[in-house]
């Protein structure tokens, strides 16, 4: 009797080879779903730094409404809230006008440094204004790919 | 008959080293995703908790207090007279007064610990023992004389140390 032979080359390499497709396709599904579970959590933080701008316009407008209205237009807020409309306009990355395309500047200096936060206050009607329409868009990046989350809230005198 | 012939030395040596490759990297991988998990788990919590706070607080003073004291008998009114202003630290000596003219208020408990929502006859936790807060203040500002008296809110929600949240308020007192 003949000694119990061992594989040959061919089935050996053909093993190999299903071996390691299903090596490549485990390892491409693990790293996509790492890198959706880092964009979910970035999409927490730009939600609340989305909500954490609307609520600072809210205490703003309940504050004095006819100052409020004053603060009609477009701003690129990536740094701290101050108390008021003055104060936070003392730190170094917030300012008037539209976020420029590159300024991924982070919230307030604190990492992940990837978000741009965009506040755009718009009076319905003439002015004096009773009624007008916050938008906060806040955009952020990843390796491959920019997101982005926009939140909209109406201030009315008559609230 | 020949005898059925066993692994070299060099072929065991070199299994044992492919498998010493690959555990390393295997478990790296399950590693960074509980990570991640633990990470999403914990900035979950830590909103959903400092949103519940908010809303919970931002409710209770709006539909109720009408006036704010620095102490439990109603003797030291504050913020009643136009660009006034006050501030309490940790909450213990900020009370609100509701329109039964009972008291009620918001404080830390012990700092890193956890805030509650006190009155005469309630104690209610506002967040359960998986999140702390610290950082916590509570003031209030009034304007002028015909405009009601803003309290204003900074507390840090934090899930040990794996991650944190600022939550700031504003509401006024609109039963005034």
Known sequence: MKASKGFSLIE?????????????????????????????????????????????????KETDW???????????LNDNLGVDWLTTFTYTKNKSGSCT?????????????????QLSLTGIGSSPYNRIDANVVVSWQEPNKTYSISLDKTFSVWE | MKISKSFTLIEIIIVIGVIGMALPIFFTIILAILQQ????????????????????INNTIKNNAIEIYADQAFTTAECSLAASSYSSANGEDFFLKDRLGNWFNFHLLMPGASMASDSAVTHISLNNDKVTIDNFSISCYRRGAYTPPIVSLNFKVNYGSTASLNYKTKVKLRSY
């Open chain 1, 12 to 60: 050996v390499l053909v093993f190999i080879s299903i071996l390691s497709i299903f090596f490549v396709v485990a390892i491409a599904v693990v790293t996509a779903s790492l890198r959706n579970m880092k964009v979910d959590e970035h999409k927490i933080l730009a939600v609340r730094s989305a909500e954490e701008l609307l609520e600072w316009v809210t205490s703003e």
């Open chain 1, 66 to 76: 006819s100052t409020f209205t004053g603060y009609v237009g477009t701003y690129c």
């Open chain 1, 101 to 117: 395309s590159g300024e991924f500047d982070g919230i307030g200096s604190t990492s992940p440094l990837i978000y741009k936060r």
């Open chain 2, 37 to 56: 998990q633990t990470r999403i788990y914990a900035l979950q919590e830590i909103k959903r908790q400092g949103d519940g706070i908010v809303a919970s």
